[in-house]
């Protein structure tokens, strides 16, 4: 069913569309349907579809990302303290620094290739961190974080007299407003800052899918198979390989902007190389080189992030009492391994599962489900269009 | 002239750590092609090491004392070590105070099984997989070893200390002439420093002085011939992956003392050490030594307070995590394979 | 590539869609006079405390007291220091007659994820009263979020002047003491062991709480008669700290102030004792370490090197008061180990924020607030205390602890060597240390 979504680009941006705008009603039978966590899916979302358009199609593992969100943040929270509290200026300050940003590190790091590629654009992210943690902390607050404050001049708007902080809006519908709706017990939070997030997701996505399908994509993917043999025939890859660096660079400045005007504060360990780690396992464990698995991977960790390290002994016991004493607390013992505290460990198997069983990751596990569903017949012409696909043993 | 002494030694120190687990990086990357991003969790599981053998050390019998009181009011539970009961009490506590060397003695079989089991079990399978699989799989095992020992032993660091008579300092400044207290360090650090040059040592000195290092080098070098050649490189690189573990773990054990170990202590040298292979260059073992110590160094140098307030005006307290990057960038991009790598290797 | 959208068709598409998502009756849900105004029979709160990463162990302990209050309000166990409390306003059926509910999140110790946490519990479980954290950097992030929110923040374990100077936010109350009141209670017993003429060199966190606590001691010791010789920041992610340790010595200081907390505190001052320092002399007189910041669960991990140095602390189990006594009697009884002080202000502050509620009538943030400011009170372990209206900061007793010499058991680490009285750690809100920002209007949310 995915595999023919690659093929047929209509049915799938439709497919996405319903699904991201669906969003709080398809999630909140799952407890992730308000509105902070629906806006992370978003933003972590732009964030992989990003990344994914230098990894997946240059090959290019870069472990910096996480500066360029960062960047991106500070630019908005710095818009909102100076110009104005709408999130328009402060998204595209914060795309185009995070494009300059970008464009220099991009520059220099893609003087290389492979793991040294990946290790200077670590190194320049750990600099940006170091940076931004403490050297520049008149500028980026430091530990604590850039936030905003009720003296900030803010000089296109009016004058702030109601002694509280004003909200981000977008021209006057602010980010934070929620409709709520209950229905048959189960409430439905519509947030508006949720929907401005994805409509920006979709955008991206349409944007990358347009970038994949185009002759420059084509020249990407190029570069990944051999970049030697492209070299041969006298063409230059350096300025392909930098714009897509640049244009995941302005991806991530997007994101960083996005969590800036959901919650206006910029703090640096955005921009720490566990961030920027976060965004490769994303993208590698939703499917590295496809248009959906990125944003699925993006939803998977930040669900595991915010839901399981909720989970405590209290709802284990409250999901298991219809068990036997006995059974219930062997049960609830065992679990709690794995949830509340123990949520990474959740995760690390998670990643070590994947990558095992599923090498092009979430996604084709999605596809192997339906087609195990549909019968044999389809699942064998995915082998076909996925060589990757043999499990490791 | 004193301080800049001073932070030499220590950088050497810092050095040799960054160089054990570079080494053991750099062996696994350059004979199976595997990015192992567990490797930091093998240090850390090698610091545990000493933890549990401190444990088994003082395992303790109960004794019920009813002339003093625990903070509930109930009689105080006083315990013996068994380990005390048995040799007595000066022999006994002899054993407890040396427990971080005795530790060396527990770890090797320790990390070698550690390291054999991850290789069959779970490597071994992704030698063919792209570097991005190995990364995510291998980043995944080092979360589920730390969250098992986080889940065994808490999150708090737990002291290890050394044994009682490498505790102060020797004082170098009076050695060589100088003021007292001028330049003076830890008698527990020169014992790590020693050890890690003798690690380093016996790891070169195998690899270039017997058949077994020679195949393994040759496999380093082309392991397709070196297969044809009907010689097993298979069986040797997993015996290899053992060693590297088993590095890996021993500079975890003595690095305890100087640091008390916890669960996320793999993950913190995690990333400077990849810095430091790549630094050093891929697939070259002197690279990684070299690397190593150069970077130790410069982060010592860097940290000192005249460095960071060199700009007279402004202040730059964490200019030693800048500038250990910014050289780490500079020698790549004069040297574009790093101090000493050879050509081909994870550049693709 | 034959099928391309077209712009008519992605808006058509999601006009449909839009459609689609009024479609069913919906029960628009009533309006709340404050945000997570509770409806039903029960209030929840939000236990927002690190599960992971350094602080994992003390935020665990923050949880065992926070279980052992909810405990407690809903009438469970021996009710412990509601027994002692001086207001009698709590009566064990939980709050306003509603029963208490708890959830918890993960700070991470990191700002956005504490904040993202938050976040959660206030959009998702309806809590009405966040509470909890380890670090002064994520309690200041936190605060923030809820203040413009529109829920009540008691604050957990944050020690930076910032937490209620510059930073301090009209929904947000802290408990704990600060460095400036460490520095206050520590300055005279140090003047006393050690003596006027004395060289102190500061190796300090570099984030909020360390420049705060620094300049605190500076200023107090320096008052003294203590000279500063030098202050080095340290990055907060150092764990060797043998390069900033080993040019000590050498700088005519005879004195060492750690400003360190956690896992720096304890790889700072085992670096310190492994080179050495406490068995040499310098300018005649024995060199010495001062940790102004204890915490007994930290102090634990640096094992012998602790023995013998000064800190303050904000409570200690070992305290002989009937508050103190019931506390540590319902917790060790029901947990098997003594708590933690990270623990007694987490308890403490449910207790408080309880009683507030009880006392105003309401869950309405801008009455429980109005009930806290200026509420004076005494049982909870610390002596007669007092809720300051103007930055809402708690004013009580400090106590100056050192490293026990011969401990009994594990937890047995510190003992108190004296109760410095409140009068002498207060100062006045707009002392220079704390001015700056300002407290706000109360925001009671939607």
Not at chain 1, 39 to 56: D, T
Request: net charge positive; aromatic share 12%.
């Amino acid at each position: 069913m995915f595999d023919k979504f690659q093929n047929n680009d209509r049915m799938l941006m439709l497919f996405f569309i319903f699904l991201v705008l669906a969003g709080p009603i398809l999630l909140a039978p799952f407890g992730a349907g308000y509105p902070d966590l629906l806006q992370r899916f978003c933003i972590f979302g732009i964030f992989a579809i990003g990344f994914n358009i230098l990894f997946g199609l240059t090959g290019y593992l870069s472990f910096g990302h996480a500066a360029f969100l960062g960047v991106g943040s500070y630019s908005a929270v710095w818009m909102f303290k100076l110009l104005t509290m709408n999130v328009i200026p402060a998204l595209i300050l914060a795309v185009i620094i995070a494009g300059l940003f970008s464009l220099l590190i991009g520059f220099i790091s893609l003087r290389r290739s492979g793991i040294y590629f990946s290790i200077l654009t670590l190194a320049f992210a750990q600099m940006s961190f170091s940076l931004a943690y403490s050297v520049l902390t008149p500028i980026t607050n430091g530990e604590t974080g850039l936030q905003l404050t009720l003296d900030d001049p803010r000089i296109l708007d009016a004058a702030n007299t109601s002694g509280s902080l004003p909200s981000t809006n977008f021209f006057g519908l602010t980010m934070n407003s929620t409709a709520k709706f209950e229905f048959f017990g189960m409430v439905f939070q519509f947030n508006v800052g949720f929907y401005f997030c994805a409509v920006m997701l979709i955008l991206a996505f349409y944007l990358a899918m347009r970038i994949f399908r185009s002759p420059f994509g084509l020249m990407l993917k190029a570069i990944k198979t051999n970049q030697n043999r492209l070299n041969y025939t006298g063409v230059n890859t350096r300025p392909y390989t930098l714009a897509a660096f640049v244009i995941s660079g302005m991806y991530a400045g997007l994101a960083g902007g996005l969590m800036a005007c959901t919650d206006p504060l910029a703090g640096a360990e955005r921009m720490q190389w566990t961030a920027s780690g976060e965004v490769v396992l994303m993208t590698i464990l939703g499917g590295s080189g496809t248009l959906l698995g990125p944003v699925l991977g993006a939803g998977f960790i930040k669900y595991f992030e915010n839901i399981f390290s909720k989970i405590n002994e209290n709802v284990l016991h409250g999901w298991f009492s219809f068990l036997p004493d006995g059974l219930e607390d062997l049960i609830v013992w065992v679990l709690h391994f794995f949830v509340g505290k123990g949520w990474h460990l959740t995760l690390g198997l998670l990643f070590m599962m994947v990558v095992i069983f599923l090498p092009g990751g979430l996604l084709q596990g999605a596809s192997h489900i339906i087609d195990w569903i549909r019968g044999k017949k389809q699942s064998s012409s995915t082998q076909i269009s996925n060589p990757n696909s043999m499990p490791a043993e | 002239m004193d301080a800049i002494l001073l932070q030499i030694l220590n950088g050497l120190d810092k050095g040799s750590a960054y160089a054990l687990i570079a080494l053991g990086l750099t062996l696994i990357f350059g004979t199976l092609g595997v990015v192992n991003f567990a490797h930091g969790a093998l240090f850390m599981i090698g610091a545990f090491c000493v933890v549990t053998l401190q444990k088994i050390l003082n395992l303790s019998t109960v004794a019920i004392d009813p002339t003093k009181v625990d903070f509930l009011g109930n009689p105080l539970k006083v315990k013996t070590p068994y380990i005390v009961n048995w040799f007595g009490e000066a022999a006994g506590s002899a054993i407890i105070n040396w427990s971080v060397p005795l530790a060396i003695l527990f770890a090797i079989p320790i990390m070698l099984l550690v390291g054999y089991v991850m290789e069959r079990g779970l490597i071994k399978h992704f030698y063919k997989r792209p570097h991005a699989d190995q990364i995510l799989v291998t980043f995944g095992l080092a979360i589920v070893l730390q969250e098992i020992i986080k889940a065994c032993y808490g999150a708090n660091p737990i002291p290890t200390p050394a044994p009682e008579i490498f505790r102060g300092s020797f004082d170098f400044g009076v050695w060589i002439g100088m003021a007292e207290n001028a330049v003076i360090y830890p008698y527990w650090r020169l014992v790590y420093f020693a050890f890690s040059a003798l690690i380093i040592g016996l790891v070169f000195a195998f690899l270039q002085f017997t058949t077994f290092g020679m195949v393994v080098r040759a496999g380093m070098a082309d392991r397709e011939t070196v297969g044809l050649l009907g010689i097993n490189i298979d069986k040797r690189f997993t015996i290899m992956f053992g060693i590297a573990a088993a590095v890996a773990g021993l500079a975890g054990v003595m690095y305890s003392p100087i640091n008390s170990p916890n669960y996320h202590m793999g993950m913190d040298f995690l990333v400077l050490s990849f810095v430091v292979v790549v630094v050093g260059g891929m697939g070259s073992l002197p690279g990684a030594v070299l690397a190593g110590f150069t970077l130790g160094i410069l982060e010592s140098f860097a940290s000192m307070n005249e460095v960071k307030g060199f700009f007279e005006a402004i202040y730059l307290p964490s200019i030693d995590q800048i500038i250990i990057y910014l050289v780490a960038i500079v020698i790549l991009l004069v040297r574009p394979r790093g101090l000493m790598g050879r050509a081909g290797v994870m550049e693709e | 590539m034959s099928k391309q959208l077209t712009r008519r068709g992605v808006l058509k598409s999601g006009a449909v869609v839009g459609a689609g998502l009024t479609m069913p009756t919906i029960f628009t849900s009533s309006a709340a006079a404050y945000t997570n105004e509770p409806k039903g029979g029960t209030v929840t709160l939000g236990f927002n405390v690190p599960q992971s990463g350094p602080y994992a162990d003390e935020g665990a302990d923050e949880l065992r007291a926070y279980k052992l209050a909810v405990e407690h309000l809903n009438g469970g166990g021996d009710a412990g220091m509601m027994k002692t409390f001086s207001s009698k306003a709590l009566k064990g059926n939980g709050i306003l007659g509603k029963k208490v509910k708890y959830v918890t999140g993960d700070t991470q110790t990191k700002s956005d994820a504490a904040r993202a946490s938050a976040k959660s519990m206030i959009e998702k479980d309806g809590a009405v009263m966040i509470t909890g954290g380890s670090s002064s950097g994520v309690a200041i992030a936190v605060q923030g979020l809820c203040q413009e929110a529109g829920v009540i923040f008691m604050a957990g374990l944050t020690h930076s002047n910032d937490t209620t100077g510059k930073d301090k936010k009209a929904n947000g109350f802290r408990h704990f003491f600060n460095g400036h009141m460490s520095a206050a209670a520590l300055a005279p017993v140090l003047e006393k062991k050690y003596g006027k003429d004395r060289k102190a060199y500061h190796l300090t966190a570099d984030y909020t709480w360390g420049w705060t606590q620094q300049a605190s001691i500076a200023a107090a010791t320096e008052a003294k008669g203590w000279k500063t010789v030098k202050n080095v920041l340290t990055p907060l992610a150092t764990t060797d700290f043998s390069s900033y340790v080993a040019p000590v010595l050498n700088s005519g200081a005879d004195i060492l102030v750690l400003n360190h907390y956690g896992g720096n505190m304890i790889n700072s001052l085992t670096s310190a004792v492994q080179f050495g320092l406490r068995d040499k002399e310098v300018n005649g007189k024995n060199f010495e370490i001062v940790v102004p910041l204890y915490s007994r669960l930290m102090a634990r991990g640096a094992g012998k090197n602790v023995k013998g140095i000064f800190g303050s602390t904000n409570w200690h189990w070992s305290l002989s008061d009937a508050g103190s006594k019931a506390f540590v009697k319902s917790f060790g009884e029901k947990y098997g180990f003594p708590p933690s002080q990270a623990a007694h202000t987490c308890y403490v502050q449910t207790l408080l924020y309880a009683d507030a509620c009880e006392r105003s009538g309401t869950f309405n943030p801008c009455g429980v607030g109005e009930a806290l400011e200026g509420f004076k009170f005494d049982g909870l372990g610390n002596g007669p205390t007092e809720y300051r209206k103007e930055d809402h900061q708690c004013f009580k007793d400090v106590l100056v602890v050192k490293g026990k010499e011969n401990p009994t058991s594990q937890f047995d680490v510190l003992e108190v060597v004296e109760v410095t009285p409140r009068a002498q750690v207060e100062y006045k809100p707009d002392h220079p240390m704390f001015k700056g920002g300002s407290l706000g209007k109360c925001n009671p949310g939607a």
